[in-house]
């Protein structure tokens, strides 16, 4: 099987290795106990940090007051509860939100990341970036366009949420007890390429002492990292979203090149395996993203038709989202009708969607955030490296 590329320290280890405090945005259920107890402290402070932190927003560990007051003044000497720094704050007059903010580690301005609320009337969504840039490179994607600079950690990752979900309960902006129902893994980045940060990350949204999302509300696109899809299949239980966007191998290695490493038969397959005895409604949501000219078609429908059929799928279609100097050009909106009617007509289920916060650049694919660093690394730089399997070693 699998491990990640980079064989990056994990926060506890890292922080250990350092003398830094442990950010405990950072530690799963699991690892935030094996953190108590080799401070000579029970589990179980664990499920009660994890409550303050994630169900009562509370960061300051002098007001943990189920916590002995040893214990009290002696975190702040050995761990931090701190969320990503915001730096701007952007409000679309559709409602949906973008954060710039600056990640824990380095809090440089110059290397920030973007996540992006999006409220409907049933749900609420946030959006969340898992790299700081991305290294695949696909042909239509801001972020792509910047490379790589690094993977974020898991703390990042879910301070992300954690700052949002905080801000929005400070606006009253909840329904029920939690204000954010949804989170996808559709901001900066590829989130395969981060495996080893996502996965606890996905455990901590999961956990009803961490965010208690539901396991179909959390939802991991992937541009099609095939051996990470069979890992994730088998270590946590989340939606997953392929960036397909070409039905053929010939188009989908241009637009997507991490194609010509795994091709379509062996994407399909990998998609397959991911549903594969799950629960009867399982499905893997396609995303196609629609370039006017060049993937749009009614033979692409057609032939993205027939790749799906018999297949547990839905497909969402997203319009292309412009930027400067990108190229391509959105259809037009009887194209994208059509186009939809074609995989309707073909038994395909089907939804557009619908862009929001345009007028903040917050749409799929436009979120850029700050890239400054020289380290910057592209798709053909970056080793894929497949081992076997270890345990977590948080
Ligand atoms: N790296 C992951 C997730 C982030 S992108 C992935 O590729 O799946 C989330 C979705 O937005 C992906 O389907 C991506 O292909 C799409 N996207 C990227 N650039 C876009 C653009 N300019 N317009 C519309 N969708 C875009
Ligand atoms: Fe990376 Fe996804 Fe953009 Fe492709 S579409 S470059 S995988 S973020």
């Given at each position: 099987?699998?491990?990640?590329?980079?064989h990056?320290?994990t926060?506890?280890?890292?922080a250990?290795a350092?003398?830094?405090?442990?950010?405990?945005?950072?530690?799963d259920?699991?690892?935030?106990?094996?953190?108590?107890?080799?401070?000579?402290?029970?589990?179980?402070?664990?499920?009660?940090?994890?409550q303050?932190?994630?169900?009562?927003?509370?960061?300051?560990?002098?007001?943990?007051?189920?916590?002995?007051?040893?214990?009290?003044?002696?975190?702040?000497?050995?761990a931090?509860?701190?969320?990503?720094?915001?730096?701007?704050?952007?409000?679309?007059?559709?409602?949906?939100?973008?954060?710039?903010?600056?990640?824990?580690?380095d809090?440089?301005?110059?290397?920030?990341?973007?996540?992006?609320?999006?409220?409907?009337?049933?749900?609420?969504?946030?959006?969340?970036?898992?790299?700081?840039?991305c290294?695949?490179?696909?042909?239509?994607?801001?972020?792509?366009?910047?490379?790589?600079?690094?993977?974020?950690?898991t703390?990042?990752i879910?301070?992300?949420?954690?700052?949002?979900e905080?801000d929005?309960?400070?606006?009253?902006?909840?329904?029920?007890?939690r204000?954010?129902?949804?989170?996808?893994?559709?901001?900066m980045?590829?989130?395969?390429?981060?495996?080893r940060?996502?996965?606890?990350?996905?455990?901590?949204?999961?956990d009803?002492?961490?965010?208690?999302l539901?396991?179909?509300?959390?939802?991991?696109?992937?541009?099609?990292?095939?051996?990470f899809?069979?890992?994730?299949?088998?270590?946590?239980?989340?939606?997953?979203?392929?960036?397909?966007?070409?039905?053929?191998?010939?188009?989908?290695?241009?637009?997507?090149?991490i194609?010509?490493?795994y091709?379509?038969?062996?994407?399909m397959?990998?998609?397959?395996?991911?549903?594969?005895?799950?629960?009867?409604r399982?499905?893997?949501?396609?995303?196609?993203?629609?370039l006017?000219?060049v993937?749009?078609t009614?033979?692409?429908?057609k032939?993205?038709?027939?790749?799906?059929?018999?297949?547990?799928?839905?497909?969402?279609?997203?319009?292309?989202?412009?930027?400067?100097?990108?190229?391509?050009?959105?259809?037009a909106?009887?194209r994208?009708r059509?186009?939809?009617?074609?995989?309707h007509?073909?038994?395909?289920?089907t939804?557009?969607?619908?862009?929001r916060?345009?007028?903040?650049?917050a749409?799929?694919?436009q979120?850029?955030?700050?890239?400054a660093?020289?380290?910057?690394?592209?798709?053909?730089?970056?080793?894929?490296?497949?081992?076997?399997?270890?345990?977590?070693?948080a």
């Open positions: 099987m699998t491990e990640a590329s980079v990056e320290p926060e506890p280890t890292r250990a350092s003398g830094a405090r442990v950010n405990l945005f950072g530690l259920r699991e690892a935030m106990a094996a953190f108590f107890r080799s401070h000579g402290e029970s589990a179980f402070r664990a499920k009660q940090v994890m303050w932190i994630y169900a009562r927003g509370v960061t300051d560990f002098a007001a943990m007051t189920d916590l002995s007051k040893k214990l009290r003044d002696r975190l702040p000497t050995i931090e509860i701190r969320p990503p720094t915001k730096i701007r704050e952007q409000a679309s007059a559709d409602g949906t939100r973008k954060w710039l903010l600056a990640v824990t580690e809090l440089d301005p110059d290397n920030a990341i973007e996540a992006v609320y999006i409220p409907e009337p049933d749900r609420a969504t946030l959006c969340i970036s898992s790299q700081i840039g290294a695949l490179d696909c042909s239509f994607c801001a972020t792509g366009k910047q490379g790589l600079n690094r993977n974020l950690t703390a990042e879910i301070g992300q949420v954690w700052m949002s905080h929005l309960r400070a606006e009253g902006r909840v329904h029920g007890d204000a954010l129902s949804n989170i996808v893994f559709m901001g980045g590829e989130p395969l390429a981060n495996y940060a996502v996965v606890p990350a996905i455990r901590i949204l999961l009803d002492y961490g965010f208690g539901s396991k179909r509300r959390v939802t991991v696109s992937t541009s099609g990292m095939v051996p899809m069979d890992r994730l299949r088998e270590e946590v239980d989340v939606a997953l979203a392929v960036s397909l966007h070409a039905p053929t191998d010939a188009l989908r290695d241009e637009l997507v090149p194609n010509r490493k091709p379509l038969a062996e994407l397959g990998a998609c397959d395996r991911y549903v594969a005895g799950k629960e009867r399982a499905h893997v949501v396609y995303e196609y993203v629609l006017a000219g993937n749009d009614p033979a692409h429908a032939s993205l038709a027939a790749l799906l059929r018999d297949r547990p799928a839905k497909v969402n279609l997203i319009p292309f989202n412009p930027f400067e100097g990108s190229g391509y050009e959105r259809p909106e009887d994208i059509a186009f939809q009617d074609t995989l007509g073909k038994g395909v289920r939804t557009v969607r619908r862009t916060g345009d007028d903040i650049d749409a799929c694919g979120l850029v955030g700050r890239v660093s020289r380290q910057k690394r592209h798709f053909r730089d970056v080793p894929i490296r497949v081992e076997s399997k270890r345990a977590n070693p």
